[in-house]
């Protein structure tokens, strides 16, 4: 099993910076892209950015520019680096990893509980 969980989260002004962290554990025997998702209150689950790993990052053009996607592979982590926030970043949350566990043939992607982040001033 691979259980992800974020910190981070919580509420700033307009124009200010957030940095997210996402750690996978469990019983881990590889994990390839990891990346984030986010959901605002009424609407679906969106995607933001997604990275290898070998650190080939892609983002949604609603966060390029402003976001900034990293991860260190040793310690199964997954950062991501919010400036410029505004409140239409407000939603919670949500990290992905594509991973395979051990005992497990198969690759799948695990979510993490999410973590919100409120803009407003």
């Known amino acids: 099993q691979v259980r992800l969980m974020e910190s981070g989260g919580g509420s700033v002004q307009p124009g200010g910076s957030l940095r997210l962290t996402c750690t996978a554990s469990?019983?881990?025997?590889?994990?390839?892209?990891m990346g984030w998702y986010r959901q605002a209150p009424g609407k679906q689950r969106e995607w933001i950015a997604d990275?290898?790993?070998?650190?080939?990052?892609k983002y949604s053009d609603s966060v390029k520019g402003r976001f900034t996607i990293s991860r260190e592979n040793a310690k199964y982590t997954v950062y991501l680096q919010m400036n410029d926030l505004s409140p239409e970043d407000t939603a919670v949350y949500y990290c992905t990893a594509y991973a395979v566990a051990a005992g497990n043939p198969y690759w799948d992607v695990y979510w993490g509980q999410g973590t919100q982040v409120t803009v407003s001033s």
């Open positions: 990275i290898s790993k070998g650190d080939y990052a």
């Open positions: 469990g019983s881990i025997t590889n994990i390839d892209d």
